[in-house]
């Protein structure tokens, strides 16, 4: 029989050990280095390609150089305010542009706009210049309305008709609604089950290969004891990071619906990630071995787990944005119960090498 | 011939020992794991990624809208009760009304309509797709050419163009050269329309991956033929090179980790003792053990780079990673306490190296700070565009200089003291620091230390500036600026950290005054060769004198370092190691301030 107070008396000791090493907040740092990187990454590369974003620099003109006939293209491209066309003959415009006095030309074929042929443009930019980017970003725009005004001219030779669907109104710039609630809400919370995951390995293998497990052993505690208490410490220190980073979220204006819930489900998901990784540990005994099964075993369950519709993962980005089916609970039991066996299994191993 | 030999034993024990651990209960299971792994990718790849299925509900008035939104996990339809007036009394986000779309008025209203409206995009793109006569469906086809410019390449690339773009006046641009050499746009003769069908359909099939649903503008974008409709038309971002960086870092970094439990193992229990002990060369014993791993990792980068199909010039850029990889895992190694201090410091280390890697090279082919990650140079091999020699300078030459410099800080450190000692992290590493000092050369001792501290100085500000380059203007340069100075400062006490763990001489008021002096000299000496050396580049845009203070005459910034070093110092002087913080802090401060003034024609 387990004796629950020795499990609390080494759980406590291990939080102690981890306060006193101040790994914990190395663990902290390591999630916000994360998170901030996953953000810089979308925001940034967003800004970045986002035309409106270098719009609002003021007052500046990107010369743009015209060749070739006149066509509906070179008014579209003059309306445009933050461009300033030149109609010139291809060779200077090119030579100019090498010159970087111009930022881009484009060059359309003679075809006519309701000729059996495609119109063709030729569009030159900049190589390795990140201005070629704003100017293509820009110019596309543009390219867009004149291949909506030829495909409404040709219309008639269409032998599929669309639905048409008209937005009510329109939706300003880039949104990262889905980016934060369907990618970095989950990566955030399950964070902490995978480094809680790692540590388990650590607590248990060092005691095995630094040797100190027999010192243990000489106090009343037994190994399935001195496992359970190491196992609770690393689960303890999960719904204290979830919380954190909940109402980190939630200070930048980040709502989330159903709080409990959530923490309910990463808690349990995150209990059943650690009892594997402690009983991969509790078999190999020494920590290389068992962080190498583990990771991989990791990443084969996460791919496997997502791959099924409703699972955890995105039962919490629903309970997130507020509307998950009442069936969440059911993959709730379902996650207890994969516990409950798991707690089984270590058991098992653990008698199993207490006794050889 | 001697050492040689030595370093072979060591390095072929060590392959035994690696064996040895490699049992025979780990070996079927990694097997099966991978075959698993295999199997398990597939699948998903087949079922796809269930992570935001119903995420949004939206209201249909009729069951054709099916077509649009059929296949999208992402909704939840329900049918739309006539004469509805407020949909968010029903819990929707979107509806479908007789033709038009309504939405709430929330994020999540507009976030639904976004991704709807790419639905309803790549809906109209099958149609058109089917269509039999394409050149109606898609009248328009862009030719693009992006010409190399002739000009100097320095003023587009450093960064300053995203601030002051060139601008275009009313006057007619003439060239100088006007080019020759130009092919008129033609037909489409040389395209079967059939081939043009094909090609837009590849292309909708590389757009339905899970990353390019987050946002619209990103796309990517590669081995496309040359013409293109316009909605094709998008800034080329690698997304292929996300994955490439993990493909080599995982590798790299596992095989790193076994070098640092390698090394952790030889100090659990005192077991490196006979080795240490031995008559045998500390250098010897350490790069004895990495040899094995070294050639590992070599082995496993040319395996990828040859299933990728990519030229084995791909091979060099990597070498450098591989070093760094291996010089912070005997770091490491050598500093952890207990295995969770290694996790934690180790995860830490490969996040940020990997960040490192991967964001610059994000922008290859865009911006000259992709250039920064050697991963760019393997993305260039990759895409045939190759690499010059400045190019490998300019982009490894901080890799090679902070694994040297670790290596020797390690090396140097590789005694029993410093092994065996059960200190706390930043105590291992002031006593590795006061072993780098000399009893009878301090002061040069001092300058040395400071010249050393001065790549992984550059690679820090480097982060900044690959972290923070894209945030707007002024904010961008003052949080580099702060950041930079606070890692200047840092890196400037690690000498006096070492003087005072040295406990030689001690620290009166004489010698913290004349530390702070050389300790600056060192700094100015290092910052200026490395400059001269690598990154005359970035150092030339604003960012860089941000970061460098290379502008002005020498011996104001020297005044500076010598200045804000003595704070440092002061304060170690009056509170202990205790006070160090706050010292550094105030220098910080004066370093910042110091930096505004100088740069306010930017900032204001």
Partial sequence: MVNHRLVTIIAKKELRGLSEEKTIILAILLQLFIAMFSSFLMVGLSAMYDPSMYGRISGVQYGIGYAGNDTLLLDLLARDPSLMVYQMDPGNAIGALKERKLAAVVWPSGTSPDAEEPVVVKLYTIKNDIQSTVIEVKVKDILLDYEGILRDIRRDRLDL??????????VAGSTFYEFIYGLLIPLLLFMPAIISAGLVIDLITEEFQQQTLDTLRSTPATLEEIVNGKILACIAIIPIQVVLWLFLLMLNGIRIASVIEILLHVVFAST?????????????????????????????????ILALPSNPVNLIVLLAVGGAPVTHWAVMA??????????????NVIQKKEFA | MESLHQLLTIAIWEIKRFQGSMTRDLLPIAAILFILLILVSGFTAQQGIHLQDGIYRIGVDSQKYFNIIGGDMRYQVYALPPDIQNIRTLGLDLAIRTESLLRTNDDKGSAAQKSFERDYQAYLDTLYRHQNDLYAAYPLWIDTESVVSELDFLATQSGRQLASPYQASNTLPVPENP????????????????????????????????????TDILQQQEALGELRVPSMLSPPLPF??????????????????????????????????????????PAIVVFGKMLPYALGMILIVTIILLMVGAGISAIFPLI???????????????????????????????????????????????????????????????????????DYVYSTSLFFLTSFILFGFCIRNFHEEQLFTEKGITETIALFLGTMVSTRYWFLSLVLITIMTIPFVFMAQMMYLVLFFNLPMPFSLILIMFLAALTEELAKSAGLIGLITHRYPALSWRIVLLSALLIALGFILG??????????QISDSVFGAALFLSIG?????????????????????????????????????????????LLQGWIW
């Fill in chain 2, 320 to 390: 450098p990673v591989i070093l760094f990889f291996l010089s912070f895992a005997l770091f490491i190694g050598m500093i952890s306490r207990s295995y969770k201090e290694l996790s934690f410091i180790s995860i830490f280390f490969s996040t940020v190296a990997t960040s490192y890697l991967f964001f610059p090279s994000i922008f290859a082919n865009v911006h000259v700070v992709s250039l920064l990650s050697p991963v760019t140079l393997v993305i260039h091999v990759m895409d045939g565009t190759g690499y010059t020699l400045t």
């Fill in chain 2, 553 to 597: 005459l020498l011996w104001i910034p020297f005044l500076l370092h010598a200045g804000t070093t003595l704070c440092s110092g002061i304060a170690l002087k009056i509170g202990g190691r205790r006070f160090l913080p706050v010292g550094i802090m105030i220098a910080t401060v004066i370093h910042c301030l110091y930096n505004m003034y």
């Fill in chain 2, 179 to 214: 080019e020759k050499d130009i092919v008129a746009p033609s037909g489409v003769d040389s395209y079967n329309m059939d081939d043009l069908r094909l090609q837009l359909e590849q292309e909708a099939a590389r757009g339905e991956d899970q990353l390019g649903r987050y």
């Fill in chain 1, 272 to 304: 059943a990630l650690i009892l594997i990784a402690a009983t991969v540990a509790v078999h190999y005994q020494e920590r290389t071995k068992a962080q190498f099964i583990f990771s991989t075993a990791t990443i084969v369950v996460i791919l496997l």
């Fill in chain 2, 527 to 536: 910052e200026k060769l490395l400059l001269f050396v690598t990154l005359s």
């Fill in chain 1, 161 to 170: 008709q669309p639905i048409t669907v008209t937005p009510s109104r329109p």
């Fill in chain 2, 240 to 281: 292929d090179t996300i994955i490439f960086i993990f493909i080599f870092i995982f590798p790299l970094y596992f095989t790193s980790q076994f070098f640092m439990m390698s090394i952790m193992n030889e100090r659990t229990l005192r077991q490196g003792e006979a080795l240490i002990a031995s008559p045998v060369r």
């Fill in chain 1, 334 to 347: 379902a996650s207890i119960s994969a516990c409950l066996i798991l707690l089984i299994v270590i058991r």
